[in-house]
């Protein structure tokens, strides 16, 4: 673990115009604390922040590697910072008369939304409580403060923080909340602002008695105390079980630590003069330079977030189906609108990126609480990058860096097909806080939606509202729906992050979870089990399962804008791994510049393969080379069609062909049928076949009779193939087409093996010129790189290779020694124990798996300097396998058609992070 502890700083104050950090410090002073100073201390900014201090990331590592205790100098520094704070607030804390309150909140240097704790209005006591009434002159509001922060504590810092066990699934919260709840219902309130003061009152009584009695100690009413309890619980909620999932979701390291800001408490519930709000510099739905944002009369910045009220729109452009009969900010308050409009413009154009920003309306006066590079959808990311670079705000090196390369699969999304939407009557509508579309089976819980995911089941999670404790269920679920919360609920900025469809705040449904059940406003009932589908673009609920289509691409212009910088970034070229002219025109059109993988067996599965596998299987029973010839004969026809169809498509295009690789006894026929219909064709008996095709029969046929090994023991196999690719070559060169296929053997371990295929190809090469009466035909021929044993003696097979292609699937299943169709046994574990960090069939191990690639590279070119070098493993879409490629000298990378445009952006970035000479 990285311990630093120097310099002895552990407190970074932030107010009056000055900070001790910026911007820059994310790593110390997490991105809240690092956002909090530049906005409050930047000579360009100096926004109306309340003052406050970050105590840095260090103190939570030095936390967990001290026993849960904290550096000696801290105490007398956040002393000294909250004088400061008290100095520009003109309060004091703990003081009777003019008391101020803080704020303690987590900030790890990447957002964890939700994940961790907040105590609020910290400070407040028997004592203190005198001053707030009197500094705000509302009763009710005081004591309203008051039991918000005994809830929050109680839940927070004495139970979270003092793993005090929850009895009968009950939480100190739920037991609070339901007392809340109770004073309600008796007396026929349906919200919580029309509780008296008197009551509350009662409440703030009762819920100090409760608190003592269900977790034995009584609510600390000593500020100080409560103020590093709040700070002790922040840390520990790092560790948190839902902290340690997202981590784990999102591959932030635990190392990190979180920092805690306490900042000066500015209340936006203390009347209908003061709001909370959340907002967007641009439109994170769609990327539309349009201020977007929501906002709350009367209420504290949690309950925007939490979805349990729905917000009101910032502006006319924010309204939406359900807020529009809601008062926009500009209409209510439009000074304060305005301050907020150009300050969200300065800090957009300061930061040059979207931000998400908090404020707080106080009594006419506004307050900067957070501001961030917001989270955006694939679609918003794209439009944001391109219209950024074309307002001149950044430049295309950071166009190309702003999009990730996976956030373009949701521009690739398949979405519900339109015509069936046409025809289907919408059962209820949301907002649209997650593009796609998405068909799955309803669960409402989220450990049902882990459950279901388990056993292979498509889900939607349906839930009135999304939080923390959800995260694992909604990353299993296909889609999000929840009934409650607007665009800047937790479900929807969680679904934005992961680019998942989602709709949220969709009133038109009622979930009764006794029945397992939804009610939509039309009639129609739902149950657990059944399947919906959603049209995330527009916000529209659907009964049934409804096709999903492809999206046509080349419609979208910012897209297109974002390609076109970055083909003329990228210093490798992108081929995808194609098996049918279908493939290869859906490879084209995402830009792929030739075809890296065609692998021939294909032909022998799905449709139109019942011939061509009578023959295969033919041949594979034939007992002498007659047999076979006369089997490989007819199948000539088909793979000489197969191979053409392609070849047409990619006219000009490079085209990898391999020879047949995968064991024979893959395709030995089991049933009876077909066995008696060989038997037949051959003139053989049942029995003399059945010991023919037992003899196929191998112990570990991935390591078995394949690739290569297969041309070695039956060359004639070879010749056929290679015959149909001369032969489809050369006429379509004929024809006036470009046909340029390279030859590829597979599971070769030695370059003998190469020496005695190249035999068979040059000599079907000089056959086929002389029968199509051609001098030339253009092509290649080389060799996959997948078992180690070739890696390693890269320089001799690059003797008879003129190219090599990475399959670093089997070279990962053969080095790892993971058998990759049964690594579902094992790996999960792995890789939650952390025993490995990621799945190694997904993303290149760069440790292993990749010194293997760069040694195979570096030695084929001692031989032949300008030998090519590809890779055609599934690796090959993964942008940081991508980037690997590009960083240690490839020429390119093939992936499957739809990951394309991913490895293309991938392949730009690498481009500006590592330029090649
Ligand atoms: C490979 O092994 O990486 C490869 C591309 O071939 P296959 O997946 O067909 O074995
Ligand atoms: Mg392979």
Same mark, same amino acid.
């Given at each position: 673990m990285e311990k630093r502890y120097n310099g002895n700083k552990y407190v970074y104050f932030f107010g009056g115009g000055k900070a001790d950090g910026n911007e820059s410090m994310k790593n110390l002073l997490g991105g809240k604390g690092a956002n909090l100073a530049e906005m409050a201390g930047h000579p360009k900014l100096r926004?109306?922040?309340?003052?406050?201090?970050? %105590?840095?990331?260090?103190?939570c590592t030095y936390f967990y590697d001290n026993k849960k205790r904290y550096p000696k100098e801290?105490?007398?520094?956040?002393?000294?910072?909250?004088?400061?704070?008290?100095?520009?607030?003109?309060?004091?804390?703990?003081?009777e008369k003019n008391p101020l309150l803080v704020s303690i909140r987590s900030g790890a240097r990447r957002s964890m939304p939700g994940m961790m704790e907040t105590v609020l209005n910290v400070g407040l006591n028997e004592k203190t409580i005198k001053g707030i009434i009197a500094q705000s002159g509302d009763e009710?509001?005081?004591?309203?403060?008051?039991?918000?922060?005994?809830?929050?504590?109680?839940? *927070?810092?004495?139970?979270?923080?003092?793993?005090?066990?929850?009895?009968?699934?009950?939480?100190?919260?739920k037991i609070l909340d339901e007392k809340l709840e109770h004073i309600k219902n008796s007396k026929g309130y349906k919200s919580d602002t029309e509780l008296t003061a008197e009551e509350l009152k009662e409440l703030v009584k009762d819920y100090k008695k409760t608190v003592k009695k269900v977790l034995g100690t009584e609510f600390p009413d000593d500020p100080f105390e409560q103020m590093w309890g709040g700070v002790g619980a922040v840390f520990a909620s790092w560790n948190g079980k839902r902290a340690i999932e997202y981590r784990r979701i999102e591959k932030i390291p635990n190392e990190w630590g979180t920092a805690v800001n306490v900042q000066a408490m500015v209340f936006g519930n203390m009347g209908d003069d003061c709001c909370t709000g959340v907002a967007f510099t641009r439109n994170p739905g769609n990327g539309e330079n349009q201020f977007y944002g929501e906002y709350l009369v009367n209420a504290q910045g949690e309950d925007v977030v939490a979805g349990i009220r729905t917000p009101a729109p910032v502006n006319e452009y924010s309204k939406n189906a359900q807020s529009e009969h809601f008062t926009a900010l500009e209409k209510l308050m439009p000074e304060l609108y305005k301050e907020l409009y150009t300050i969200q413009r300065r800090l957009e154009k300061h930061y040059k990126d979207m931000q998400d920003i908090e404020f707080t %309306?106080?009594?006419?006066?506004?307050?900067?609480? =957070?501001?961030?590079?917001?989270?955006?959808?694939? %679609?918003?990311?794209?439009?944001?990058?391109?219209?950024?670079?074309?307002?001149?705000?950044?430049?295309?090196?950071?166009?190309?860096?702003? *999009?990730?390369?996976? =956030?373009?699969?949701?521009?690739?999304?398949?979405m519900l097909d339109p015509k069936a939407e046409l025809i289907a009557p919408i059962i209820a509508k949301g907002l649209p806080a997650g593009p796609g579309g998405a068909k799955g089976r309803v669960v409402f819980t989220s450990a049902g939606a882990v459950e279901w995911a388990s056993r292979g089941e498509k889900v939607i999670l349906v839930r009135e509202e999304t939080s923390p404790e959800d995260v694992d269920g909604m990353h299993k679920a296909q889609a999000i729906l929840t009934t409650k919360g607007g665009m800047t609920s937790h479900a929807a900025l969680v679904a934005r992050g992961w680019g998942k469809c989602c709709i949220v705040g969709c009133s038109d449904i009622e979930i009764h979870t006794e029945t397992k059940n939804f009610h939509a406003k039309n009639g129609v009932v739902v149950k657990e089990g059944d399947w919906i589908s959603l049209n995330g673009t527009r916000g529209q609920v659907y009964e049934g399962s409804m096709a999903l289509v492809d999206i046509d691409i080349d419609k979208n212009q910012s897209y297109k804008d974002l390609m076109k910088l970055v083909d003329k970034t990228k210093q490798i070229g992108v081929r995808a791994n194609c098996e049918t002219p279908g493939d290869a025109i859906t490879a084209v059109k995402f830009g792929a510049e030739g075809i890296g993988l065609f692998r021939t067996e294909h032909m022998f599965y799905g449709e139109g393969s019942e011939q061509p596998l009578f023959l295969l299987r033919k041949m594979i029973v034939s007992k002498t080379e007659e047999e076979r010839r006369d089997a490989l004969n007819s199948l000539f026809i088909y793979v000489k069609k197969d191979v053409k169809d392609t070849l047409t498509v990619m006219n000009g295009y490079p085209v990898t062909i391999r020879l047949l690789d995968p064991p024979l006894h893959e395709f030995v026929p089991h049933d009876k049928e077909k066995l008696k219909q060989l038997s037949k064709e051959l003139g053989i008996s049942m029995g003399m076949l059945n010991r023919r095709v037992l003899a196929l029969h191998e112990n570990n046929p991935m390591l078995g009779h394949r690739g290569v090994r297969l041309g070695i023991s039956y060359p004639e196999i070879t010749e056929m193939q290679v015959r149909a690719i001369f032969e489809?070559?050369?006429?379509?060169?004929?024809?006036?087409?470009?046909?340029?296929?390279?030859?590829?053997?597979? *599971?070769?371990? %030695?370059?003998?093996?190469?020496?005695? =295929?190249?035999?068979? *190809?040059?000599?079907?090469y000089k056959e086929v010129c002389e029968k199509m009466g051609v001098k030339k035909i253009p092509y290649l021929y080389g060799t996959m790189i997948e078992t180690p044993r070739a890696a390693l003696r890269a320089e001799f097979m690059a003797n008879v290779a003129d190219f090599f292609s990475f399959g670093t699937n089997d070279l990962t299943q053969m080095s790892f020694g993971f058998s990759r169709d049964d690594i579902g046994g094992f790996l999960p574990k792995y890789l939650d124990l952390k025993i490995l960090p990621d799945d190694p069939f997904q993303t290149i191990d760069q440790e292993g798996i990749g010194q293997l690639i760069k040694v195979g590279t570096e030695r084929g070119r001692i031989t032949k300097p300008k030998l090519k070098v590809g890779i055609c493993g599934?690796?090959?879409?993964?942008?940081?396998?991508?980037?690997?490629?590009?960083?240690?000298?490839?020429?390119?990378?093939?992936?499957?058609?739809?990951?394309?445009?991913?490895?293309?952006?991938?392949?730009? =970035?690498?481009?500006l992070e590592s330029p090649r000479k």
């Open positions: 926004l109306p922040v309340p003052p406050g201090f970050t %105590i840095t990331t260090e103190v801290l105490k007398a520094q956040a002393e000294a910072a909250l004088e400061k704070m008290e100095k520009l607030m003109g309060k004091k804390f703990g003081d009710r509001f005081a004591y309203d403060a008051y039991r918000r922060l005994i809830m929050m504590y109680a839940d *927070v810092v004495m139970e979270k923080g003092g793993n005090i066990e929850v009895k009968n699934g009950k939480g100190i919260r %309306i106080e009594k006419g006066k506004l307050y900067m609480l =957070q501001c961030r590079v917001g989270k955006r959808n694939g %679609i918003a990311a794209v439009q944001m990058a391109t219209d950024m670079y074309k307002e001149k705000l950044i430049d295309a090196k950071t166009a190309v860096m702003r *999009v990730g390369p996976n =956030q373009l699969v949701e521009l690739l999304l398949p489809a070559a050369a006429e379509l060169n004929k024809e006036g087409k470009k046909a340029f296929p390279e030859i590829m053997v597979p *599971v070769t371990v %030695i370059a003998h093996e190469l020496r005695h =295929q190249k035999e068979i *190809v040059d000599r079907v599934e690796h090959g879409g993964d942008p940081e396998s991508v980037k690997f490629c590009h960083r240690i000298g490839m020429d390119y990378v093939s992936c499957s058609p739809y990951r394309v445009p991913i490895a293309r952006l991938a392949a730009a =970035q690498a481009a």
